[in-house]
């Protein structure tokens, strides 16, 4: 492998999710790393800890997932661009380090690359099951961001996107693969480093005696500095004021945890990303996300082959969730079809903005494997009749 100066690995490659994920955040600025070896995720970190010493950067394994997902917190703060990999259980070990990243705004990346579940569950096998962790898993009140790639190309693209988001709003940003994608190898292509373009960090341009580390820009985004830039900061997972200092007044509260759910709120609707193909027409709308978005495809396919007005919206942002641009499609379509490998999770949201205008139909699987694409098919025949 030959990267270039940045440590881009420019060119045409034959990679799987996984190692094309790592490409991308390395493409995207992270020097740092802490992790814990868990399948269906290790690849990205096992990919990174090879790659790191040739662009200069540090991956450290962790004990386990509690101290990676708080180590890389102290990166970040340090300076360093950072993220942590992991699936199921680790993931659920990582909840209060999330909350943590999200009250002290801390830019910073988690991939999940999600397996059946509960519990230990299907180490090897894929599921969609996290989807609603990866929103609400911690406590409290608070804004997220999660991704959802479909092929390894996109792995590449959104990593970046990824921690471009993480930086523009100053918040954790959630990347959630899920074993097929994370496990499948086809073509990646990555441009040179000067071709991606790279948000960098909101480091202040105020001096000490005057800055607010907690203070909100117009965008309700407050700019950041790092330790040993002179300035005393303090961060804290508690309340706290404009300094950082804890104050636990009501007031403070809702002023604070409003605006760590608001200042996502242009990603929700505007700057929402999505794919979508035969709306015009359509009369039944597959809503899909990950794999189960490839495997939609045919099903929609066959579904036009017998002449049923199907098209496609593809969540590629899940979360903030695009709820205005789906109410707007459910106002003229006769139904929502949801794949997904869970037994109902993204379901809920599309009736919840479906707001009673058309049917939603869910089309679940507990995971394992993928949905056959009759399933599908068969749910797209019957919301048309």
Same mark, same amino acid.
């Given at each position: ?31 740092? @790393? ?31 997932? &509690? ?34 990243a999200a ?11 999600? /397996?059946?579940?509960? @519990?230990?569950?299907?180490?090897? =096998? ?56 994370? +496990? ?42 790092? %330790? ?5 900061? +303090?961060?804290?997972?508690?309340? +706290? ?16 945890? /409003? ?9 929700a609707n ?17 809503? @899909? ?10 099903? =929609?396919? =066959? ?10 919206f593809r &969540? ?12 707007? &499609? %459910? ?39 993928? +949905? ?14």
């Amino acid at each position: 492998m030959h990267a270039d100066p940045k440590g881009v690995l420019t060119g045409v490659h034959f990679i799987d999710g996984d190692h094309a994920c790592c490409e991308g955040l390395l493409a995207a600025g992270a020097r740092f @790393s802490s992790g814990y070896p868990i399948t269906p995720s290790t690849e990205v970190v096992e990919r990174f800890a090879q790659r790191i010493p040739t662009v200069g950067g540090v991956f450290i394994q962790m004990e386990d997932e &509690l101290a990676a997902s708080i180590t890389l917190q102290g990166a970040v703060w340090a300076g360093a661009k950072a993220f942590t990999v992991t699936s199921g259980p680790g993931f659920s070990l990582m909840m209060e380090h999330i909350g943590l990243a999200a009250m002290t705004e801390t830019p910073c990346v988690f991939v999940d690359v999600q /397996r059946g579940g509960p @519990s230990t569950g299907l180490p090897t =096998l894929p599921a969609q099951a996290d989807m609603m962790q990866a929103r609400w898993g911690s406590h409290g009140d608070y804004g997220m961001i999660a991704l959802c790639p479909n092929s390894p190309q996109e792995c590449f693209d959104l990593a970046i996107t990824a921690f471009n988001l993480a930086e523009e709003f100053r918040t954790p940003v959630m990347l959630m693969l899920d074993e097929c994608i994370g +496990h499948m190898t086809e073509k990646v292509v990555i441009p040179e480093a000067e071709k991606i373009e790279v948000t960098p960090r909101r480091w202040t341009s105020e001096p000490p005696e005057t800055f607010q580390l907690f203070k909100p820009k117009a965008d309700m985004v407050p700019d950041m500095v790092k %330790a040993g830039d002179g300035y005393s900061i +303090h961060v804290t997972g508690l309340t +706290h004021d404009e300094r950082g200092y804890p104050n636990m007044t009501v007031d403070v509260q809702d002023r604070s945890v /409003r605006r760590l759910v608001n200042k996502l709120t242009p990603l929700a609707n505007e700057r929402a990303i999505f794919e979508t193909a035969d709306l015009d027409d359509a009369e039944v709308v597959v809503v @899909s996300y990950g794999i189960t978005s490839r495997v939609a495809q045919r099903a =929609l396919k =066959l579904a036009r082959e017998q002449g049923i007005k199907a098209g496609k919206f593809r &969540l590629i942002s899940a979360w903030p969730f695009p709820t205005e641009r789906l109410r707007a &499609l %459910a106002g003229r379509v006769k139904a929502m079809v949801v794949p997904e490998i869970n037994l109902g999770q993204m379901v809920l949201e599309v009736e919840r903005a479906a707001a009673g205008k058309c049917k939603v139909i869910p089309v679940s699987h507990a995971g394992g494997t993928v +949905h056959n694409p009759e399933v599908i098919l068969k749910a797209i025949v019957e919301a048309a009749r």
